[in-house]
Nanobody, 126 residues
């Protein structure tokens, strides 16, 4: 079992920045791939960014590439999402996820993740 707790969401003006954190506990942190997904009102959950269990492989959705940075701190058992140049369309509930993948890949499909956090709200005002 893996427990995930997100934090760092909030209200920010367009062009501003936020850093989301996802604290993990349970299984060894280096044993699973992790990712960020988001869900806006009335829309389906969508992929944002992912990082493999070694940290060597990273993948971003086109909509956030160049603005968001995913990282993980093995000493703190925490994954981060630094979000810069935020836009109103980034408004959503952001979820972190963990999956025990055999391969060292950055998975973009939600079904590959076994554990999910409760979500943190990010609101970007125009």
């Amino acid at each position: 079992q893996v427990q995930l707790v997100e934090s760092g969401g909030g209200l920010v003006q367009a062009g501003g920045s936020l850093r989301l954190s996802c604290a993990a506990s349970g299984r060894p942190f280096s044993s699973y791939s992790m990712g960020w997904f988001r869900q806006a009102p009335g829309k389906e959950r969508e992929f944002v960014a992912a990082i493999s269990w070694s940290g060597s492989n990273i993948y971003y959705a086109e909509s956030v590439k160049g603005r968001f940075t995913i990282s993980r701190d093995y000493a703190k058992n925490t994954m981060y999402l630094k979000m810069n140049s935020l836009k109103p369309e980034d408004t959503a509930v952001y979820y972190c996820a963990a999956g025990g993948l055999v391969d060292d890949v950055a998975a973009i499909v939600a079904a590959l993740y076994d554990y999910w956090g409760q979500g943190t709200q990010v609101t970007v005002s125009s």
